[in-house]
DNA sequence: CGCCAGTTTGACCAAGATCAACGCAAGTGG
DNA sequence: CCACTTGCGTTGATCTTGGTCAAACTGGCG
């Protein structure tokens, strides 16, 4: 389902961010309008990168459609996925001056590029600004501490079961997940790897708890034999 | 070395703080001054709670002396340890209604409390005060990122090492670390057992990387050494 | 001195990794 | 249209790392 046949990795702007220079008063006090004003559209197709590993960091997206996954490639290979974003997320906004992870498209996305420099400027106008992504960033940070328990923690069914009830939490609906990444994503998210992954998988449905249709799509059958899990 | 004698857990205050209505002008562009204002010095003895699970959260805090473990018991026993904090290190500052973790003083402790409050009051009189905030956030995210790297993908040596070099990079001296925290601390903050941690760290004297002249003090014999086994 | 708490070491065990094969659906090209 | 390939995903057999259980060691302290 791509439109234009096969750009290797950069894609299409639309709108053009107008620049922040000055905002009519009428903006002055709706930060997440006026974020909308400087942040440029972009679509990504299927397994390319937004951004790779080292790249200059002077940029943050939010996702508008689509799974994006951050990632890091250890030297002998061992890969570590440190997040999937969904529609709505915010990432890469940090303030080092290179990538620490990469971002790459799971299936194709669109996401909205806010620059580094637009968005201080902005702060500097609308201070309140500061503290919304200020606790945007700390909800990231909660985020990543319930992640270092379950990654030191957890055994492997309790891992599994907690991404489920996770990505049931995001869908649309809670009967049935839609799985956009691969069964190597989800090891290497979870610290296992794609063998327990699948292995677990399939006791789950052995028992009854789960459904898997097809390999992109779980259904929750049992989610109190899946709960019973993941609490201990 | 404990002054008063037992005191089971809420301990003795020092300099008032000033209430952050107005401050003089000769203050407002320093944030970190106007910080110092609203906080309150307070001593912790070894081994009791500043603040445990569950309790109110509304307020954060800054290390001044000793060291801080900010950890999670699970119903079934097993442990967490989030993080270490050292003199200069903030730690409980969130915008959640509840402590997620418990933070209690490793050894002697003396800690630095800004009320939410106060700080928000503050926030709004110097605006800057939101970004050197969202700055230390951003920091203490990163941090988690690689620690959830290190929990996810790296081997018992791996974190060993990891451990070892990070608390060399933060000691006074660079030749020999001070661990204050026990073999079982370090065990629960590195995803391992305390059997572990102990065969590995006497591994590593084997070889000769390392001296443990007693449990809490570690010798860096052979930096090199421990920076093989970190990298891979 | 003997106790206690924390640490270290050893023997054994199990969860999950590794290695290998097979299944299955979507291309691809004759 | 049908063999052949290719890229996941799944399953099985075996091995390794680190966990578990148990005992010995150490230093401080009543």
């Keep these: 389902m791509v439109e234009q046949s096969a750009a ?14 000055s905002l009519p008063a009428s903006v002055q006090f709706d930060p997440l309008a006026a974020l909308e ?7 990504v197709t299927r397994d390319t990168a937004i951004y790779a590993e080292g790249d200059p960091s002077d ?14 490639l250890l030297a002998d290979g061992r890969r570590h996925v440190a997040e999937f ?8 906004f940090d ?4 990538r620490v992870f990469s971002a790459d498209a799971v299936g194709d996305v669109i996401v909205i590029r806010y620059s580094r420099r637009a968005t201080d400027r902005l702060i500097d106008e ?6 919304h992504l200020c606790d945007m960033v700390l909800r990231d940070l909660a985020h990543a501490q319930t992640r270092m328990l379950l990654l030191s923690r957890m055994t492997a069914p309790e891992r599994v079961v907690s991404f489920v009830l996770e990505m049931s939490e995001r869908g649309e609906t809670k009967r049935a997940i839609e799985v956009p990444m691969s069964r190597t994503d989800i090891a290497d998210y979870l610290g ?4 327990t992954v699948c292995r677990v998988l399939s006791s789950f449905k052995r028992e009854g708890a789960i459904a898997i249709p097809n390999p992109h799509r779980i259904e929750l059958c049992d989610r109190s034999a899946l709960e019973a899990v993941g609490d201990p």
């Excluded at 004003?37 to 679509?43: L, P």
């Excluded at 303030?95 to 290179?98: G, I, K, L, P």
């Design 8 to 21: 290797t990795s950069h894609d299409t702007f639309d709108r053009a961010g107008l620049a922040a220079a």
């Design 37 to 43: 004003r400087i942040g440029t559209r972009r679509r």
């Design 59 to 72: 940029s943050w997206y939010k996702v508008a459609a689509g799974t994006v996954r951050l990632s890091k």
């Design 85 to 92: 974003c969904f529609d709505g997320d915010c990432f890469g």
């Design 95 to 98: 303030n080092t001056a290179e």
């Design 126 to 131: 609308m201070p309140q600004l500061a503290r």
């Design 192 to 195: 296992l790897t794609i063998e």
